[in-house]
């Protein structure tokens, strides 16, 4: 299950940009040629975020296509599929670009009432 380490990459991301903040949230952003499976990356993002500040968050997995352009008729499309063959004339002379990114496009913190151990159950306003 290679989503393991997809989620121990998100999570080291959404650490840094969370700065010590309790997260709920993160929109992942991952290109179709990595094959993620959303159950997989889910099941896997719990596991990796017991016990730092992600933990309990929910993701919200997009999945972009890869674009393949035909050497044949010049045609281009998204595609999903990394065996790809050409959708306009069928041809297999073609060539895949993109689609392997992975990329952290948004988070939301937890307002500081919902995080454990703040006693003023306020939205951390200072004083």
Same mark, same amino acid.
């Given at each position: 299950?290679?989503?393991?380490?997809?989620?121990?990459? &998100?999570?080291?991301?959404?650490?840094?940009?969370?700065?010590?903040?309790?997260?709920?949230?993160?929109?992942?952003?991952?290109?179709?040629?990595?094959?993620?499976?959303?159950?997989?990356?889910?099941?896997?993002?719990?596991?990796?975020?017991?016990?730092?500040?992600?933990?309990?968050?929910?993701?919200?997995?997009?999945?972009? $296509?890869?674009? &393949?352009?035909?050497?044949?008729?010049?045609?281009?499309?998204?595609?999903?599929?990394?065996?790809?063959?050409?959708? /306009?004339?069928?041809?297999?002379?073609?060539?895949? /670009?993109? !689609?392997?990114?992975?990329?952290?496009?948004?988070?939301?913190?937890?307002?500081?009432?919902? &995080? $454990? !151990?703040?006693?003023?159950?306020?939205? !951390?306003? $200072?004083?």
């Amino acid at each position: 299950m290679h989503e393991i380490g997809l989620a121990e990459a &998100v999570l080291e991301v959404i650490e840094k940009r969370a700065g010590g903040r309790r997260v709920a949230w993160a929109k992942v952003r991952a290109g179709a040629l990595l094959r993620v499976v959303e159950p997989s990356m889910d099941q896997a993002f719990r596991l990796v975020a017991e016990g730092t500040v992600a933990e309990g968050a929910a993701i919200d997995l997009v999945v972009t $296509p890869a674009q &393949v352009t035909c050497r044949s008729c010049g045609h281009q499309d998204g595609v999903y599929d990394p065996l790809a063959v050409c959708p /306009s004339c069928g041809g297999g002379d073609v060539d895949l /670009s993109g !689609g392997d990114e992975l990329v952290l496009e948004s988070i939301e913190i937890a307002e500081a009432r919902d &995080v $454990p !151990g703040n006693s003023r159950r306020d939205r !951390g306003d $200072p004083a």
